[in-house]
């Protein structure tokens, strides 16, 4: 057993580290500068990895539109649909949007936004997480890393996590590929997404009306490098990897229309 006192093992891994909401963070308006905000509110260190709601940037880029125009926002921001479910009150869109992410309504969301408004995500997370990165590593003269985080549910699985929509000068995945396990067996598959490990973990001491939005992770500081690091656009599975494309139901139409098609171009049956 490691002594309590030790933070990192043999492998160089850490087996204790620390995450701290970051507390007194004005409400952000259109056009406020971020980095500055944030290298106020909190003492960065070298290989600290700040983890910040993405719902900050989108209203510091300016990123909203009117509440009554919230169904062509999605629709506008909707690259492929992927599934549709109708309730009472309406239909639930799971789409994939401009960022590659696939969730409900693209993303676009009224919570903690201004009345009668709701927010987009960020154009480019990955440039938007670079940017405010550049500008703390500059005012701060430490590496450190950054994430966006937003809030998704999950397919087959209740309830909601943070996972990681941009990133920068962070590994956002640890590629254990070729290495073994603790046993000596080989691992041939296991790549943990650090990126969204992080998000979900700091999002129970951020919260989501604790008006804490920027959580800074320490003793991590093995999984921050360069601004030129694969973003988090890097996390979303090629299309040609991917096993679960489309909803069942739209599955089963585009099979069903596929089918009827066919049958068409050959014709009637031969009933001789």
Partial sequence: MLPRSRSIDELGVAVKFSIEG??????IARGDDLAALIVDAVDLAEGDILVITSKI???AEGRFVQAADREQAITDETVRVVATRVFEGGVTRIVENRQGIIGAAAGVDA????????????????AS??????????????AVGVIL?????????????????????VHVFEDLRGSTDAAGKPLAVTMPCVADELAGAAELVKGK???VPVAV?????RFVGDLDLPGARSIQRPADRDLFRIGADEAYNEGYRDGFDESQAEGPLDSA
């Fill in 22 to 27: 970051v507390e007194g963070l004005p409400e």
């Fill in 57 to 59: 940037v989108s209203k």
């Fill in 111 to 126: 919570s903690n936004a201004p009345d009668g408004t709701v927010l987009l995500l960020p154009v480019d997370p990955d």
């Fill in 129 to 142: 997480a670079r940017a405010l990165a550049t500008g703390i590593r500059a005012l701060t003269g430490a």
């Fill in 149 to 169: 985080s937003d809030t998704l549910g999950r397919p087959w699985r209740e309830g909601q996590t943070d996972i990681a929509i941009g990133a920068a000068g």
């Fill in 209 to 211: 009306s604790s008006g």
């Fill in 217 to 221: 992770v320490r003793g991590l500081g």
